[in-house]
């Protein structure tokens, strides 16, 4: 089976930064895309960012609110996506978790859930 596991999650001060690492291990074919979201208490999980590789053809997208403070990458050999944070606010504290698009060897592809890890900005 396919498992995303999530580290770099903690607690920081505001203004500061965050490196969020998402790795998927398990037998996979290929991978389409992998991501970040991210759910704070009373509040609907959200995309923060996602790169999709498709074709050959690598793009990303993020929400308005972390557009020029977050970056994502993604280590194809390693079946890692990382998640840079920098200039962190306390409205950026939720519990992050890694989404990947991917085909296992042998079955069909799915969306595959990470456990979540937690980010809390302090002012």
């Known amino acids: 089976q396919v498992q995303l596991v999530e580290s770099g999650g903690g607690l920081v001060q505001a203004g500061g930064s965050l490196r969020l690492s998402c790795a998927a291990s398990g037998r996979i074919l290929s991978v389409n895309a992998m991501g970040w979201y991210r759910q704070a208490p009373g509040k609907q999980r959200e995309l923060v960012a996602r790169?999709?590789?498709?074709?050959?053809?690598?793009?990303?997208n993020y929400a308005d609110s972390v557009k020029g403070r977050f970056t994502i990458s993604r280590d194809n050999a390693k079946n890692t996506v990382y998640l840079q944070m920098n200039s962190l606010k306390p409205e950026d504290t939720a519990v992050y978790y890694c989404n990947a698009d991917l085909v296992p060897i042998g079955w069909p592809r799915n969306n595959y859930w990470g456990q979540g890890t937690q980010v809390t900005v302090s002012s």
């Open positions: 790169i999709v590789s498709i074709g050959g053809i690598v793009s990303t």
